[in-house]
């Protein structure tokens, strides 16, 4: 009789997958439909506006763009860095603020908002001059709608990444004890952020590069 014995080895139950990534992904998902419909006005606009498109597109400071963008895309490196030291365990530096090397979740995350916050500002920069220097604004034709409808809801979405960095921060702070649900938070900040990362080279690639 073949034996009935299972290998405790093989036995363990199934690992369950983490709720809060689940979900965390599954409403990403939800806001990627959410874009696709404004790449999707900003396609159509262009094929009724080819004229208007190629006029003031020549209006966009291309390197100062570029710039903006490569902050942004740097930030989720160290965004990263910052989940892997979460994901260690170690929430602060265990040397001098100099030694890079050394940093803990707190060190990287504090840069990585910083990044941001410059792309945000580079950002409001860029409004600023196109509305009082090039006069493109919102109402001002088709072209100035759908640019600023497309950049600024992406703002939105950087500046409550922004405010859910200061939210993992501020949790570090407020409890005596890193816990392996504060590190699930870092790790879903993480994806978040490196969404709107990658939402944000398409609509650079699509807006500033492919006109």
Aim: glycine share 8%; charged share 10%.
């Amino acid at each position: 009789m073949a034996s009935t014995t299972v290998d405790a080895a093989h036995a363990q139950p199934p690992v369950r997958p983490n709720l809060t990534s689940v979900g965390t992904i599954v409403w990403l998902s939800s806001e990627l439909m959410f874009f696709a419909a404004l790449f999707a006005i900003y396609f159509t606009h262009r094929s009724n506006n080819e004229a208007l498109w190629a006029e003031q597109s020549e209006l966009l400071n291309i390197p100062f763009s570029l710039t903006n963008t490569t902050v942004l895309v740097l930030s989720s490196v160290t965004c990263q860095l910052g989940v892997l030291r979460a994901e260690r365990g170690q929430v602060g530096r265990t040397g001098s603020l100099l030694k890079v090397g050394q940093w803990g979740l707190r060190e990287w995350f504090v840069l990585t908002f910083i990044m941001g916050s410059i792309f945000i500002a580079g950002q409001v920069y860029e409004y600023a001059e196109l509305a009082m220097h090039e006069g493109l604004t919102l109402s001002s034709d088709p072209y100035g709608s759908v640019f600023y409808l497309a950049t600024g809801f992406h703002g939105l979405h950087v500046t409550l990444g922004l405010f859910a960095f200061l939210l993992v921060l501020g949790r570090t702070f407020m409890t005596r004890r890193f816990t392996h649900q504060q590190a699930t938070s870092a790790i879903v900040v993480s994806y978040y952020w490196h969404f709107v990362d990658v939402v944000w080279i398409a609509l650079y690639l699509t807006i500033y590069i492919v006109q």
